[in-house]
């Protein structure tokens, strides 16, 4: 899912979003200038089990 997606479903801004996968805990997919995220990953930091 898209940065702006991710961050609505995590309830946090797109810049934690992007800190996230910069600090190696949200893996990034997709091409240069379109990132795309994991919702799974995403449900998993929010859990505590990442």
């Known amino acids: ?3 702006e997606l991710a961050a609505l ?3 946090v801004s797109r810049a934690t979003v992007r800190k996230w ?3 190696g805990k ?3 997919y997709g091409r240069p200038g ?3 995220y994991d ?3 995403i449900r998993e930091i929010l ?3 990442r």
């Open 9 to 11: 479903a995590a309830g």
């Open 47 to 49: 859990e505590g089990k």
């Open 21 to 23: 996968a910069s600090r």
């Open 26 to 28: 949200l893996t990034r």
């Open 39 to 41: 919702l799974e990953e």
């Open 34 to 36: 379109r990132a795309e």
């Open 1 to 3: 899912m898209p940065t």
